[in-house]
């Protein structure tokens, strides 16, 4: 299981750091990522980052958000700063084992002009 934290409503240009608890087998095993859901559009990749702790960022991503992991700890985090209303939405944490998919139900996240 996967459990998201941290969103909330902030003015654009300001920041938000989003946490994602999980399971040892998870942080041990899996590939974890942060995806979006806007609102009645569909899920889009964010940024991920491997058992190793390399990480990857779609382009709106890069530059902006820090994506971390602490398995010790078994969280996952997504720092995000200078955020845009374009980036508002549901932020899903997700694991990847072996091809094998874990979701949380996600934390929004609101950017206001």
């Known amino acids: 299981q996967l459990a998201e934290s941290g969103g909330g409503s902030v003015q654009a240009g300001g920041s938000l750091k989003l946490s994602c608890v999980g399971s040892?087998?998870?942080?041990?095993?899996?590939?974890l990522g942060w995806y979006r859901r806007p609102p009645g559009m569909e899920r889009t990749w964010v940024s991920s980052?491997?058992?190793?702790?390399?990480?990857t960022y779609a382009d709106s991503a890069k530059g902006r958000f820090h994506i971390s992991r602490n398995n010790r700890e078994n969280t996952l985090y997504l720092q995000m700063d200078s955020l845009n209303t374009e980036d508002a939405g549901v932020y899903l944490c997700?694991?990847?084992?072996?091809?094998?998919?874990?979701w949380g139900q996600g934390t929004q996240v609101t950017v206001s002009s």
């Open positions: 040892e087998y998870v942080f041990i095993y899996c590939e």
């Open positions: 997700a694991a990847n084992c072996g091809g094998r998919w874990y």
């Open positions: 980052i491997g058992v190793r702790g390399t990480p």
